[in-house]
């Protein structure tokens, strides 16, 4: 199996970038703002809305996601209340414009949603407005005890507004995720006239839900892995929350999550809520119908809308799940659902291997549970666990491949992971940020189990192709080791609404390419900041966020020569730039004029590159990029100065060889130009002797000659 | 073996040419006895120099003998006029001036040649210092403007820029 690369470690020279607009100085810790207290850590959010981070509101907090005043001016409500999100918790940014749509007084208004400089924390996060109109919660701890509340309150208080906001809901294609009484409010009033649902956006969907809200099957889940979920899941939470809100006693009281789901599986979850207390009338056909545990049983909306009217739906046949007519033994405990053996296996994989092998499992499935559908689906995956080969953790893979034969619809269990198959993303998403245990993420999807569970599934699953071709593509992604593939490039295919999880940018909640512009630009300002731009994370955020960015230039980026990654990531930068028509950035432009020098060093000419080097400095002050990287980017002026340095070669050479000659020459300097001055003294010998005789002739026989 | 034949083959040309002048140079000795005897006797410095010389086409010996045959000059024209008789030509041998003024030609001779000689090689060597200078100065030129690996002495990729210049930048 291949090795996990990621990464994962800490950059202490992005750490001292500051942090991003706003305001004053980090609060101590918050303390909770009752009426009339003073309000402190203002935070600028939008221009209008102020946050104040030294008042909490922890009667709407979201788990570990904290609720803060916040107060609107001009236009904007004034009574409002923050949800700062925490990073490991994905936050469902892009549902955010659909919910905006949303104008329904039972559901909690979003004024504004985006990015807030969170001093307290001096980073970014992610952050929802909503308007305060919620008032107290129903019940504080919603999974014990129950309101006892007459049917006819709930009608009109409760069903008819949870109703309609379902409905609003189905048309924005939205699923709440977080129906539960805790999450419901009273609006203010004293006589609940009217509930107010509470936000969903700020966690994953059903990440907060207890157990008892949930399908047996996604309550087997890691709450963090439930995936986006259905609305038919969203009308079983209501139908426990109505539950909970009229019966009187409660008889899961003591429970477990493994015996709530144990119960829900023999006696229904209906049996399971209300136990002995006993409703009449339509209410009762209501119940049943959204208590159903079979979600093809399940009433759908328009069924509950039917029922709304007044009229009566047949009641359906509650299909009962298998059960075994003889237990099998597993670890000294006896099992007769498939279900709960399921995930005990899962649990337990090296135990449960003699049990799987020795062909015990297979006989209890054939001849106990008389399944025969079960019983191929287990020989099939007998078949595929072998394939890996019996070393290693094949007792994983046979334990993973034996649960979803034994539990069709349940999980995907495979060591710590625990998912159904679209919520791999957040479960993923947060074992990096939580920094834990990434092999068996890689193990996980190179073992490719998902093909087995779409195989398994009695009923359709939505959209099978984009499912099973987004774990397609993450097997490529993780054979992929350089940068722009691995399991970085995973966590943002699988969760698409996860921000950057780069820790150069690690102060900045960057979900888009213009985001990461702008977060390197206040990072230019940073003394500290690093050499290179991207690392692995950035690269696989931007490749997935739009790949016309930077995939025509992620094989350079992967390239060993430092000159090749610089001019990569400088061509990325500028074709966002471009792409998205940007302002100008002086300050990444200034950076990446100074990281340009293994660049420069590619020609040879001196002079050219003083000359580069000015244009590029010139250029940096206008922050315009694309213009910087035009100056690398014209193959005529490469290839030039390439003749050129040939053409200086050899001229060198030529001077050497002639250096040479001269050298020799000058080695017996006494003997040069000997040659040259006989022969220089032959011609002047040659003229005197020439005149000389010139002259005794004229001499000789001339008139008036002088005899000699 | 190629140098020995074009050895012989010049001997072989001087054979039949040197006869030929040899022949003319008897015939004219006869002819002009009385000058004859003023060249062989005044041109012995000449004949000791082209015997002694070994610089390539003996240019001492033509300097010298150019000089020489000019002291001859004067004396061979007197001879001629006062009727080109032997025994003119041997008085004129047998006064002390004649031989005095000849063989002083012929050291004018050989000072023209060591002065143009060394004149001429200290301009030469000059010179060429000069060039040594200039060529390394455009040497220096052209490692500045193209860098050490113009020079041709260090290991260079296929497009020109030494090998050991592909490093990966620092992961900042």
Known sequence: ????????????????????????????????????????????????????????????????????????????????????????????????????????????????????????????????????????????????????????????????????????????DIVHGNIRVANMFDGGSKNLERVVL???????????????????????????????????????????????????SDPAEGWSDEEIIQHKMDEGTYSVMLGRDRLTGAILELMRGLLYDDENQRWTLDEVLIWLDGRRLSPKQAARRSKASRPVNFMGEKYIRPEILAREIAKNPAEARPLIEDGELERWLSRALEDKVATARFEKALKQADEGGKGGDYPDRLATRTAIALHPEGPMRYKNINVMPEGIGPALTEAFIMKRDLQSYNDFFMNYFITQWVDSQTGTVPDVSNLVGRYDGARAHLRQKGMGGGLEKCIYAMNPEVHCLSEKIA?????????????????????????????????????????????????????????????????????IQKRSQMEKFPGIAKWMVESLAPVYERFHDRELRESIKKNADKLAETGDLPKIVLLFDDPAVYQSDNLEFRRAMRRYHDLEQETIEIEGELRDESSLGQETGRQAAALVSGILAGIIIMTAIFSAFGKGAVPF | MAASTKKRKKKQSFGWKGQIFLICLLLASVMFASLAVIVVVGMVPTIVAAIVDRSEGRMRALTIGAMNFAGCAPFMLEIFKK??????????????????????????????????????????????????????????????????EVTGTIPLDEFGFPVESHHKPEEA
């Open chain 1, 1 to 172: 199996m291949s090795d996990v690369t990621v990464q994962n470690e800490p950059e202490t020279q992005a750490e001292s970038a500051p942090i991003v607009p706003a305001p004053v100085a980090a609060p101590p810790p918050a303390p909770v703002s009752g009426k009339g207290a003073p309000l402190t850590g203002e935070i600028i959010f939008n221009e209008n809305i102020t946050v104040y981070s030294g008042n909490r509101l922890p009667q709407y907090d979201k788990g570990p996601v904290k609720a803060y005043t916040a107060r609107g001016t001009d236009k904007v409500s004034k009574n409002l209340f923050a949800m700062v999100c925490e990073e490991h918790l994905t936050p469902r940014s892009l549902k955010a414009s659909n919910y905006f749509g949303i104008l329904n007084p039972s559901l909690v208004r979003l004024v504004a949603s985006g990015v807030i400089g969170w001093t307290p924390a001096g980073k970014e996060k992610y952050c929802f407005i909503f308007e305060n109109t919620l008032g107290n919660a129903l019940m504080k701890d919603d999974t014990k005890g129950g309101l006892g509340m007459k049917p006819d309150l709930v009608l009109n208080s409760v069903i008819r507004p949870m109703i309609n906001v379902m409905m609003d809901m189905r048309d924005k």
């Open chain 1, 198 to 248: 509470g936000e969903c956006l700020s966690t994953p969907v059903s990440y907060l839900q207890p157990v008892l809200y949930e399908t047996i099957d996604r309550a087997l889940c890691s709450s963090i892995g439930r995936g986006p979920g259905t609305q038919q899941d969203d009308l079983y939470a209501l139908g426990v929350s109505l539950a909970v809100m009229m019966r009187h």
């Open chain 1, 507 to 575: 102060k900045y909640h960057v979900r888009t390419p213009e985001d990461l512009m702008h977060a390197l630009e206040k990072l230019s300002q940073n003394s500290g900041r690093p050499t290179m731009f991207f690392d692995r994370h950035i690269v696989a955020f931007l490749s997935v966020k739009d790949r016309k960015n930077i995939d025509p230039y992620i094989h350079d980026m992967n390239a060993p020569e430092g000159y090749r990654r610089i001019l990569a990531e400088a061509k990325t930068l500028a074709t």
């Open chain 2, 83 to 148: 009727g080109n008789s032997l025994e003119t030509s041997i008085a004129y041998m047998l006064e002390p001036r004649t031989i005095v003024v000849i063989y002083f030609a012929a050291a004018m001779g050989y000072l023209i040649d060591w002065a143009m000689t060394g004149i001429v090689s200290s301009v030469l060597v000059q010179k060429t210092k000069n060039r040594l200078r200039d060529i390394q100065k455009s040497q220096k030129e052209l490692t500045e403007r193209w860098g050490v």
